[in-house]
């Protein structure tokens, strides 16, 4: 049984840049939330896609897009990067998006924003 | 909103002795609790949840309980080794104001175990 896979692994981009983050759900998992992760701080929570659609938001700007593929991998996009958004991003996936389905997560992508 | 507190670290203890690291929360209805591990370098690792109130969740010697008395879910060990070093999250899903679901986590506490 595969994991979750994220690429890349580390990003250096400029503000005012666009970046496209990829994320492969764990076999059989059809639900896949995205977390930022400031240094030092606890995960916070992105979105969330169900089934291709968008199934739950945190406080993050529309600039943060997400997309969900037919065979549950998806992508994060920000737009016009900010020097906070300098972080890791983890991707997680579920079996489903309930409560008291685990969610396993990848190794994340580091991000770094000059 | 919903809101998970954690003791601040570093946590720092000699091997073989006993790990207690407090964790509180804030939610609507009844949340699933989750404790999980991140070593260096490395993304997190479930290490054990609970679904209901007095349930104990447990795995690789680690336990905790939920307490919906006191809405705490308290992360145990009675002998930590080296190889625990780590930062410790605590989590919650529980449905946001907008009646979605999404895992509410800590600021996290290092682990710290000298040899």
């Known amino acids: 049984e595969t994991g979750v896979t994220q690429s890349p692994t580390h990003l250096i981009k400029t503000r005012g840049q666009q970046v496209t983050l990829r994320c492969s759900s764990q076999?059989?998992?059809?639900?896949v939330s995205w977390y930022q992760q400031a240094l030092g701080q606890g995960p916070q929570f992105i979105f969330q896609y169900y089934r291709e659609e968008e199934n739950g938001r945190g406080n993050f700007p529309p600039r943060f897009s997400g997309l969900q593929f037919p065979n549950y991998s998806s992508e994060l996009n920000v737009n016009a990067l900010e020097l906070d958004d300098s972080a890791l991003y983890l991707c997680a996936s579920s079996l489903n998006p309930g409560d008291t389905y685990e969610q396993y997560f990848g190794p994340g992508t580091r991000l770094t924003v000059t | 909103g919903n809101s998970v507190t954690q003791m601040e670290g570093p946590v720092t203890l000699s091997e073989e002795a006993f790990l207690t690291i407090n964790c509180t929360y804030t939610a609507t209805g009844y949340p699933s609790l989750f404790w999980y591990v991140q070593y260096p370098g490395e993304g997190l690792q479930l290490l054990l949840k609970?679904?209901?109130?007095?349930d104990k969740g447990s795995n690789k010697g680690f336990e905790a309980t939920y307490r919906k008395e006191t809405t705490s879910f308290h992360l145990e060990k009675g002998s930590v080794q080296v190889s625990d070093s780590a930062v410790y999250f605590c989590a919650l899903s529980g449905p946001m104001d907008t009646g979605r679901r999404a895992l509410t986590f800590g600021s996290g506490t290092r682990l710290q175990v000298q040899p």
């Open positions: 076999s059989g998992h059809n639900t």
């Open positions: 609970a679904t209901k109130a007095d």
